[in-house]
């Protein structure tokens, strides 16, 4: 965790005291700054992080969108469309899928949420704000931590230009991107010892510093110091908070890595290690300050002895490298998260580990978070307007974190209403008066995070905007189970020897895609099923758990669900996808059992299915499903074009016909995420007019 986790954290005494741009500071002042420092580590970082925060993991998985789907599985609360987050009963039933009993108070909240629009609106758009600032961290946190380590060559070197820290800072963040591809476990095992010894070292020297220079420095730990801090400074010690709030940088990192690592080693890592060593070398860098006032714009390089300068900066420059990777690693993952819930666009993600399921790395990710962190670095050239930017982002993030986790509190874990109300007081007012001060630098960088944020936001409403107006026409434009056996009867429609999967949104009912497909090809395969995958606002649901059969009425013809979390890998490549299918459909036509099967989960349309297939005799059924095995499988997708009309809205002539036909025909294709071959995959066409 020392490797992934906790690089932004511990590496934070780099920048956080030039970024506070404190001028003259006396003794009482820095105190001040100390106090803020210790409380602000000691409150967010163990009490609502350690303590609170990693409690609401989802099955080992955290970040943003873990806290939503969590709600969302115990409150049918999400914003989508079916596909996704309207729950079915056979959902209930899943080991992953707890939904506890509740009293009427905790009732009355989940109905409050599931009948209130603009409270489900909120939530859906506070969780993906969330997920876009955090990889707006990702972008941040390695220009901010690589430019800071790289600027101390200007202490033993004056003389260095500002442009060859920059040009170095870019070559360092280069080859970091470039070691992505080998994924966390090789990156963690080689940043690991240099994160420790990083986080041995400057407690070392703080401690040297505290007793050369101020031995008494921890009477700043009482918050008398924070009350004599405002009164003396006012509004400048208000605007000084932008620069503190960067003490408790990567924090969020603790959560989102969640699914990288254990969660005991990542809370035992920061207790005993990090918020130790931190807070240690914060009191070290304030007692040389307190002596040195005019070295506090740039104390980190200014406090280290002499004969260890060298060996330190080394250390600090490869810590820099560490600190950029828990951003990287979190964005990783919380964009698997995202586009397996439909709210991104299909990207590669690459598995790195056999052993850790949630160690991914993602090449068009990475690639672009390069391009943009390389652009922050020659674009602002100096920490200072990247540390305002910086600061935004990280509060952000906190306080949706503090937004979601309050409704977590209340709907899951049950507590008591005035706990809630108190958590989110608390922890609400420390982050609203860090947020007043931070978004006054707006003007000086603190743009970006909102430019960025913003950016993938758009993204993320574009696509998943698209993906609904798609299943909303598939169901309007759904055949019947009539029109299905006309088809299939028809002298024109030939069956062919084989096992055909239409892929399709449509949980009831026949695919469009059917129609369109025989009146190209004019055939259709002996056995045919209908698939859905379908997303489970869960980490993961188990192989047996998978897989939903049923048979729609008609001779050979069949519907299948199959069933994800949000961690889970779809793999149609090979014989193992369609092995299980047809395993669960023959336990099915043999046991006669259909309170497991897909006619359970049509009731919300109020369309039961009649078991036509069973009325012939089993051994047949069994026998034809055997041949069409053998015969060889085809898998069928439709590929999605929208016409829009001229009479169109404008919104939907940006959104679906500009932004999400962009994001539609640049993205990996669905064969490529069902990992389908190529040789027995066909796409067919399908315009639709908005």
């Not at 069409?628 to 999605?640: I, N």
Request: some cysteine.
């Amino acid at each position: 965790t020392l490797g992934v986790v906790y690089g932004d954290l511990g590496t934070s005494p780099l920048y956080v005291y030039p970024t506070i741009n404190a001028k003259s500071p006396n003794e009482r002042d820095l105190l001040g700054i100390l106090s803020i420092i210790f409380w602000t580590l000691t409150l967010t970082g163990v009490v609502k992080y350690v303590f609170l925060v990693l409690r609401a993991d989802d099955h080992g998985e955290g970040g943003t969108f873990a806290l939503y789907s969590l709600l969302c599985r115990h409150a049918n609360i999400g914003e989508h469309s079916e596909k996704h987050y309207n729950r079915l009963e056979s959902d209930k039933r899943l080991s992953h899928f707890s939904n506890p009993k509740c009293d009427a108070a905790h009732s009355n909240a989940i109905l409050f949420m599931e009948h209130n629009a603009a409270v489900r609106k909120i939530l859906l758009f506070v969780a993906m704000l969330g997920t876009c600032m955090l990889i707006g961290d990702g972008i941040l946190t390695p220009a901010i931590s690589v430019l800071s380590a790289v600027s101390g060559i200007k202490t033993a070197v004056p003389s260095t230009s500002q442009s060859v820290i920059v040009g170095l800072s870019a070559l360092i963040l280069l080859f970091l991107f470039l070691l992505q591809r080998f994924g966390t476990r090789c990156v963690s095992f080689l940043f690991s010892p240099i994160m420790a010894t990083w986080l041995i070292s400057t407690p070392i020297v703080g401690l040297y510093n505290i007793v050369t220079h101020y031995p008494t420095i921890f009477k700043a730990l009482s918050p008398h110091y924070i009350i004599v801090f405002f009164q003396q400074n006012g509004r400048n010690g208000w605007l000084m908070l932008g620069g503190t709030v960067l003490c408790i940088t990567g924090a969020e990192a603790m959560f989102a890595d969640l699914g990288h690592f254990d969660k005991h080693s990542i809370k035992v890592a920061f207790s005993f290690m990090v918020y130790p060593s931190v807070i240690l070398t914060y009191a070290g860098q304030t007692a040389y300050i307190i002596k040195n006032p005019s070295d506090a714009s740039d104390p980190f390089y200014k406090f280290l002895p002499s004969p260890v300068y060298w060996p330190m900066f080394v250390v600090a420059t490869l810590a820099a490298i560490v600190a950029s990777q828990g951003l990287i690693s979190a964005a990783f993952s919380i964009i698997k998260q995202s586009m397996a819930l439909d709210y991104f666009p299909r990207v590669k993600i690459v598995h790195t580990s056999q052993d850790k399921e949630g160690q991914i790395y993602s090449p068009e990710v990475n690639y672009i978070l390069m391009i943009l962190c390389l652009a922050v670095v020659f674009g602002f050239h100096g920490e200072t307007q990247i540390g305002n930017a910086f600061g935004v982002a990280v509060i952000m993030v906190m306080i949706i974190t503090t937004v979601l986790l309050t409704f977590v509190m209340l709907v899951i874990w049950q507590a008591h209403w005035q706990l809630a109300t108190l958590f989110f007081v608390v922890f609400g007012s420390i982050e609203g008066v860090y947020f007043s001060a931070v978004i006054l630098k707006l003007p000086q960088g603190g743009w970006l995070p909102f430019a960025v944020a913003c950016f993938l936001v758009i993204i993320m409403f574009s696509w998943s905007y698209g993906r609904q107006k798609k299943l909303e026409h598939d169901m309007a434009k759904k055949m019947s189970l009539e029109n299905l056996e006309l088809l299939l009867s028809s002298l024109e429609t030939q069956r062919v020897p084989g096992l055909c999967f239409f892929y399709s949104n449509v949980l009831n009912g026949v695919p469009p895609i059917v129609r369109h497909y025989v009146q190209n090809v004019r055939s259709l395969h002996q056995i045919i099923i209908f698939t859905t995958i379908r997303y489970i606002p869960v980490k993961t649901v188990l192989p047996r758990e998978r897989f939903l059969v049923g048979g729609l009425g008609c001779q050979g013809v069949y519907r299948c669900i199959a069933r994800y979390g949000y961690k889970d890998f779809i793999n149609a490549e090979g014989e193992e996808f369609v092995d299980q299918v047809m395993n669960c459909l023959e336990t099915y036509l043999s046991s006669k059992a259909d309170e497991e099967s897909i006619c359970d989960d049509c009731t919300p349309w109020n369309e039961k299915l009649d078991d036509g297939n069973l009325l012939l005799p089993f051994s047949f059924q069994i026998r034809a499903l055997s041949a069409a095995r053998q015969a060889g499988a085809v898998h069928v997708l439709g590929k999605t074009d929208f016409k829009i009309r001229k009479e169109t809205c404008w919104f939907d002539k940006i959104f679906l016909g500009k932004l999400y036909y962009f994001l539609h025909n640049n993205c990996r294709s669905a064969t490529h995420a069902l990992k389908i071959p190529t040789s027995t995959s066909i796409e067919i066409g399908m315009l639709y007019e908005v």
